[in-house]
């Protein structure tokens, strides 16, 4: 017996002509949906996002066939996966059905549902829709009974479920009714190929008229739910079908945390930053479309988790309600300065975020508005750093000629007075004037020595790198801090920058490129490394247990995690992870000018991580950024446990080592 | 209304100030300058001011070398209308007097309804310039002024007193202001009012050809002051050495650990 | 050597500074005289010769008459120096009087030197030593700077003056009182004060914890009480309180010449810095340096025990 089946069995093939009108009908007001859409985003700013179309599209592809993002979250992203890849199968199969009964055997008389092929294909299409309504049940246990916290269920989520829950179950109880009918008295053999459909059939009565009827009235309310699904997508959450891949196809290609470079030189440019929805880029908008609410980002974000106003989730959906509301609507009086201060632009929320929504830069582009354009501070404590910063070059307002006053005796000096360096160490205002990272760089220096490196300091010629200038929203700043170190750069001919600060590297490596310098700039930590592997650096290891804090710009903006656990490794080291590490690190609360902030709103970020480094039972956490050690030095004292956690830098601990 | 605001620019306070060449007063190298904080006050509330009348005009006036463009710059930034620069190389070796010709010279030739100034230089601290140049130009003044309101041609202003009060003084104009904190706050210049200061006008004029007023008295010596207390400095090793250090002294030198 | 002191009052009374006046006029050597306005009533303890304006008259604030009483009294006198005190009196008159006299002027005055005056600059950081080139010279005096030995005593001769003009230009509207203070530390023995090198509001509860296990009030410079960080009932100096405890603690406090007036006459000042050359070692009897907050939590804990 032939292995395959009658297609339009019992409804016949006269439903061709009205299945094809509903459906255009529902693909109708479908695209109808997204082209309202259009005009939406089109309120935004011009951007590039379509430059090296192939690799964008290779990467849309990819990422939404593998479920990359949100597979990052196994629970519940392998759920959502499994229902992706059920449903997505289910809608290919019915699409062959469709191809071959309405298109090749009428034109060409060609069947390809029969044989081999239609049992696999009977089976796959039967796993795959077990898949998705198991999927569909512990989205419907986590989502309605179990409740997370922070996740929000809208009008739309229930009927989303309600539709996909109907059209899987009426979907097999079809299949169940034709079975029933026909393959299991004509075909037996072949009925093993549908488990689920030949479960359902055992449990249908056996009247063949009474199935009948049923699986007619199913059959029409199953193509009805079918195409009503289709035509709610835009104007649902079910959105993001679409628009989450076509977002990946969007997404930046350019480094880890690049920010727009605002051109200075443009006398035409009015307005800077964004207050309106139209000053907005056309991604921003369509990014917070693209949002889904699925809190990922929130309950990544240290600020959140910390008990202040910022959700990253609910900056994206102010953002979105703001864009739908018209394009001169005030989207810092949605989201409110108060959030966009709180950021740490940690990175976690963006990184995490399965829609590959950039929330970072959007947030910056509002700080840029309050601070470019209505010349607001984050507080007394954040105007009185950006002074000391515009005066003094460093945001302590201490004098910029005592800069390289930690390198006293060290036997480093400024390339002023020796230009012969192999590297420039770019100290940084941290390492350059805090006590306790002064220590850490002149450990630094120690390993240097060791190594036969010789390095040079641009001493007083060297400024802040502008990097919390630039996050607190101060382009202008930055551009001018930016300007005088790459001048400096550029009259000692510097090719090499090893930092002390990730936040260093990160600026002067990426951001700078924007305004010109091209040299290579590495973190002391990766050049430990590097000299660690080429032999001119020998260590001792002494054994020590410890955690090790990422700090959010080696990880997350500049994707360094193996090297410092390499080197601590080397050095010795037993590591115990903190549950959140490499790239899901969680943030010190020094990011995004932070440091230089008072943290009024609830609790202390620094404080939360101390706990966690508590947590895994190490004396010590170490750490490779100033920013990180003070903090995590604050919080260890804040939280009262000094006896029992101690931050170093990992300079120190490797300085201790040298063989 | 012709408003005139007088701005000097400083080294920031926290440098460490070392004597000039001939020792009468600081060595420029390495310092960083920026605008006196008394004058940013006064800019503030003339540029206030301003903006309450379309009609009005405000001009900064700043004496010193070329450095004291930026802050004319800034006060351009903050809202002022146009620039004077009186250019002079020297004026670090001039006294009140003869910085209050200069500003008095230049406002003479323009017909200013109020000046406003700080209440003295947080560098040379003379508090002077304020009410000598009301005199030389016949204005009233009032000094130390941490509130301010004009009504008409009366000006009501609040002078900061000892101990926390206030005076309520009432000035006719044309009058001279000189300004203290808690006047008010300082805005921070947008960036689209950078990019306009710009383009605005800053006047040169040379000093010598404004005043040739001889110094009334000249600095001899720049140097630190001879500490007055016993000079005892406890430092280095961990906070609590330390702490057991002056708790020490403490027992030794003062009675409120006893009993 | 002759001088002129210009004695003042504050609201209604003889201000104590004027002792200062007396001070420096021991400290010049030669004839003095004096200059008030103010009345009959309340005489300063001087012996020489005092020109009095009728403050009832007058008013207290009323500078260009003022400044004709000083005037008509230099005029009679032909003093080498017009002597004021650095307050809000004196560096409001001082310049007019300079003006109208083309005088040099030198303002916030901290020592005599071979007939030169070292004057305070760079907010009380450095000295500048000043000569006048001009006749009749004009002083201000910074507080503190002159004290006086012993009780001053004497009675002036009184020579009553008076404006020719009525008041121009200025009116005097009244005062305006100062917040209410609570918390009175001119009566505490020690006094633990904050400065704006704490960082930050939530470092006050540190320090308030150990003026607290010192027995003593918490007080505050300027710029804590102008950031909200601290109420201004605790604020120590010019515009403040001025103090002179037993033991003056003084933290991350730098020493704008503002505060040094409040506080340097207490018996024993203790500066906790990171700069070992901030103004307040000028009057510091002992300097601790180091980073403040973990040192006055280790001394807190250390006081404890």
Request: with cysteine; aromatic share 8%.
């Amino acid at each position: 017996m032939e292995a395959t089946r009658e297609i339009y069995w019992n409804v016949g093939h006269g439903v061709i002509l009205p299945m094809y009108g509903f459906f255009a009908a529902a693909a109708g007001a479908m695209a109808y949906g997204f082209y309202k859409k259009l005009a939406v985003y089109r309120s935004g700013k011009a951007l590039d996002r379509v430059s090296g179309p192939a690799d964008r599209l290779a990467r849309a592809v990819s990422w939404a066939l593998a479920q990359l993002k949100v597979l990052r979250n196994p629970f519940p992203g392998l759920f959502h996966a499994g229902f992706f890849w059920g449903f997505l199968l289910l809608t290919a199969g019915t699409t062959l059905i469709m191809a071959q009964e309405d298109f090749t055997a009428r034109l060409f008389g060609l069947r390809f549902l029969q044989g081999d092929f239609y049992r696999g294909f009977s089976f796959v299409l039967d796993i795959a829709g077990l898949a998705a309504i198991v999927a569909l049940l512990v989205f419907f246990v986590r989502r309605f009974l179990y409740r997370p916290k922070g996740l929000d269920t809208a009008a739309d989520d229930c009927l989303a479920h309600a539709l996909l829950f109907f059209i899987l179950v009426t979907g097999f109880v079809i299949e169940g009714a034709r079975m029933a009918v026909t393959e299991l008295h004509a075909n037996p053999e072949l009925a093993r190929f549908s488990p689920v459909g030949l479960l359902v059939a055992g449990l249908l009565p056996g009247d063949p008229s009474a199935l009948e009827g049923l699986h007619k009235t199913l059959w029409w309310t199953h193509m009805f739910a079918a195409f009503g699904f289709i035509a709610m997508i835009p104007f649902s959450k079910l959105r993001h079908l679409f628009l989450i891949p076509v977002n990946y196809f969007f997404s930046d290609t350019g480094p880890l945390g690049g920010l727009k470079t605002i051109d200075l030189a443009d006398e035409s440019a009015q307005t800077f930053g964004a207050e309106k929805v139209n000053e907005l880029s056309w991604k921003d908008i369509y990014d917070s479309d693209a949002c889904v609410s699925c809190k990922r980002c929130q309950d990544e974000c240290p600020a959140y988790a910390t008990g202040k106003t910022l959700s990253p989730m609910k900056v994206i959906q102010d953002l979105r309600g703001s864009a739908f509301a018209g394009p001169e609507t005030d989207i810092i009086a949605a989201v409110t300065d108060k959030a966009l201060w709180a950021c740490t632009t940690c990175r976690s929320c963006q990184t995490t975020c399965p829609a590959a929504v950039e929330h970072v830069p959007k947030i910056i582009e509002m700080r840029r508005n309050l601070t470019l354009m209505k010349g607001e501070f984050a507080g007394e404590e954040g105007r009185a750093a950006v002074s000391s910063l515009e005066v003094n070059k460093n945001p302590f307002g201490l004098p910029n000629a005592s800069r390289a006053d930690w390198a006293a005796g060290l036997g480093v000096k400024p390339l002023s007075e020796d230009p012969s360096a192999d590297i420039l160490y770019f100290a940084g205002c941290y390492a350059s004037f805090d006590r306790r990272n002064k220590a850490v760089a002149a450990k630094f220096m120690e390993i240097c020595a060791k190594a036969g490196v010789k390095a040079g300091l641009l001493g007083k010629e060297e400024q802040c790198c502008g990097e919390p200038a630039r996050k607190l929203g101060n382009e202008y700043l930055y551009q001018e801090l930016a300007g005088e170190n790459i001048k400096a750069f550029a009259k000692y001919g510097v090719k090499k920058i090893v930092t002390a600060c990730p936040h260093c590297r990160h600026t002067l490596g990426v951001h700078y490129r924007d305004l010109g310098f091209e040299g290579n700039v590495v973190h002391y930590t990766v050049f430990i490394k590097e000299l660690i592997d080429s032999g001119k650096l020998k260590l001792k290891a002494e054994p020590f247990e410890f955690t090790y804090h990422d700090s959010c710009y080696m990880s997350r903006y500049s994707g360094i995690t193996e090297e410092p656990r390499a080197v601590l490794a080397a050095a010795g080291g037993s590591l115990a992870e903190m549950e959140r590490h490499g790239d899901r690190n969680f943030c010190c609360g020094g990011g995004g000018g932070r440091a230089l902030l008072e943290e009024k709103e609830g609790t202390k970020i620094s404080v939360e991580r101390v706990k966690m480094a508590r947590a895994t039972g190490r004396p010590v956490v170490v750490s490779n950024c100033p920013f990180c050690l003070t903090m995590l030095e604050d919080g260890i004292k804040t939280a009262d446990c000094e006896t029992a956690l101690k931050a170093r830098d990992l300079a120190e601990v490797v300085a201790e080592r040298l063989a | 209304m012709k408003i005139l605001v007088c701005v000097k620019q400083i080294p920031d306070m926290a440098s460490k100030f070392k004597p000039n060449a001939d020792g009468t007063w600081f060595n420029e190298a390495d310092l960083a300058f920026r605008m006196n904080e008394y004058d940013e006050y006064a800019v503030e509330e003339a540029v206030k001011l301003r903006e309450k009348d379309p009609a009005s005009e405000l001009v900064v006036l700043s004496v010193g070398p070329a450095r004291v463009v930026e802050a004319l710059k800034k006060a351009l930034a903050m809202g002022c209308d146009r620039a004077v620069h009186v250019q002079d190389d020297n004026v670090f070796r001039k006294d009140p007097w003869q910085i209050a010709s200069l500003i008095a010279a230049y406002a003479k030739k323009e017909n200013f309804d109020i000046v406003f100034t700080g209440m003295q230089s947080q560098d040379r601290g003379s508090a002077q310039i304020g009410p000598l140049l009301a005199g030389m130009l016949g204005f009233s003044c009032v000094t130390t002024v941490i509130g301010f309101s004009l009504e008409g041609r009366t000006a009501t202003v609040r002078r900061e007193l000892e101990g926390g009060a206030k005076g309520i003084v009432k000035a006719a104009l044309p009058a001279v202001i000189t300004c203290q904190l808690g006047l008010n706050t300082p805005r921070y210049p947008t960036l689209p009012n950078i990019m306009k200061a710009k383009k605005k006008e800053i006047a040169a004029f040379k000093a010598e050809e404004l005043s040739a007023e001889a110094a009334l008295s000249a600095a001899e010596k720049f140097y630190a002051p001879v500490k007055k207390g016993t000079g005892l400095v406890l430092e280095g090793g961990d906070a609590a050495s330390l702490a057991g250090k002056l708790i020490d002294v403490l027992k030794e030198k003062t009675t409120v650990l006893r009993g | 050597m002759k001088t002129l002191l210009v004695f003042e009052y504050r609201r209604g009374k003889l201000s104590e500074a004027n002792q200062e006046l007396l001070g420096f006029a021991a400290a010049a050597g030669g004839e003095s005289a004096g200059v008030l306005v103010g009345s009959e009533a309340g005489l300063p303890a001087f012996g020489g010769k005092l020109y009095l304006g009728d403050i009832a008259a007058l008013g207290e604030y009323d500078p260009g008459r003022h400044a004709e009483i000083v005037l008509q009294a230099a005029q009679k006198e032909s003093p080498d120096l017009i002597v004021f005190l650095q307050s809000s009196y004196g560096w409001d008159l001082a310049p007019r009087v300079a003006g109208k006299l083309k005088a040099a002027q030198i303002s916030d005055v901290t020592g005599v030197v071979d007939g030169k005056f070292e004057a305070a600059c760079c907010n009380g950081k450095m000295r500048r030593l000043v000569e006048p080139a001009t006749k009749v010279a004009v002083l201000t005096l910074q507080e503190g700077s002159f004290p006086v030995s012993g009780t001053p005593s004497g009675t002036p001769a009184v020579e009553k003056l008076a404006p020719s003009g009525s008041a121009a230009g200025l009116e005097f509207a009244g005062y305006e009182e100062a917040e209410k203070k609570e918390v009175d530390l001119g009566k505490a023995e020690v006094i633990v004060s904050a400065g704006r090198g704490i960082g930050k509001k939530d470092n006050v509860p540190v320090i308030a914890a150990l003026a607290k296990s010192l027995n003593g009030e918490m007080g505050a410079s300027r710029p804590v009480v102008d950031a909200g960080w601290v109420d201004h009932n605790r604020q120590v100096g010019a515009t403040g309180q001025i103090v002179s405890p037993k033991l003056y603690v003084a933290c991350a406090i730098s020493g704008a010449i503002q505060h040094l007036t409040g506080m340097r006459n207490s018996e024993f000042i203790v500066a906790i810095n990171t700069d070992k050359d901030a103004p307040i070692s000028e009057v510091a009897d002992v300097m601790v340096i180091a980073d403040v907050m973990p040192f006055v939590a280790a001394l807190t804990e250390k006081l404890k025990k």
